[in-house]
Each structure stands twice: as C-alpha cells, then as structure tokens.
Nanobody, 124 residues
Framework: QVQLVESGGGLVQAGGSLRLSCAASGRSFSYNMGWFRQAPGKAREFVATISWSGGTTYYADSVKGRFTISRDNAKNTMYLQMNSLKPEDTAVYYC??????????????????WGQGTQVTVSS
C-alpha cells in the first residue's frame, strides 16, 4: 500500500513554469510512477511516466520537450517540472503508482494507487 499526495499546483500565466510534487508514504516507494491530468468534461489523460529506478521515462507528445518527470527515491517524492505552459495544460494533475514488476504504461486503468490531485490553471 502507498499513499500519494500531490502539491505545487496553482495559477500561472502562459509561458510560465510550475513544479508539481508527489509525496509517497507507506511501506515502499519502489513503484513505477505516472502523472495524469483531467480537464473539465474530458477523460483522464496520460502526461508522463517514470520507472521505479528513474532510469526510464516516457512522455505524451503534447508535453514532450516542455515537461520533465523525475524522482528522488531517498525523499519518496516524484516531480513534474512544467515549462512553457499553455492554456491547454489547464487541468487537475494526478500522480499514480503501479507495481514495479509490471511494465510502464500510459493507461490510467492500469495504475493501482492515486493521489487526490492538484489544480493547475494557465491563463492566456
């Protein structure tokens, strides 16, 4: 079992930056992790994923080159550095965890644990 808590969301102008954090508590942080987002009236959307070791990452095309996923296993924390933000990045951002013995995935239904979400609003 792992509990996830996101933080770092807020209101930012287009072109600005934010860094989201996902703090994990529980027995272990040895999970493959992911970031997802959900805008009003839309389905939950994959943003990025990182392996338990941090050695493998994968991004949605819409954020590639602008967002960076990372993790600090000593601090049980995952991050999402978001640069060059656009109004279309506005959404609630969620972190999620998946067993490390299962491969990285972009599908939200294949994650086992979720945080409560943090709102990111990008104004034009």
């Amino acid at each position: 079992q792992v509990q996830l808590v996101e933080s770092g969301g807020g209101l930012v102008q287009a072109g600005g930056s934010l860094r989201l954090s996902c703090a994990a508590s529980g027995r272990s942080f040895s999970y493959n992790m992911g970031w997802f987002r959900q805008a009003p009236g839309k389905a939950r959307e994959f943003v990025a994923t990182i392996s338990w070791s941090g050695g493998t990452t994968y991004y949605a095309d819409s954020v590639k080159g602008r967002f960076t996923i990372s993790r600090d296993n000593a601090k049980n924390t995952m991050y999402l550095q978001m640069n060059s933000l656009k109004p279309e990045d506005t959404a609630v951002y969620y972190c999620a965890a998946r067993s490390p013995i299962r491969k990285l995935t972009t599908k939200p239904d294949e994650y086992d644990y979720w945080g409560q979400g943090t709102q990111v609003t990008v104004s034009s």
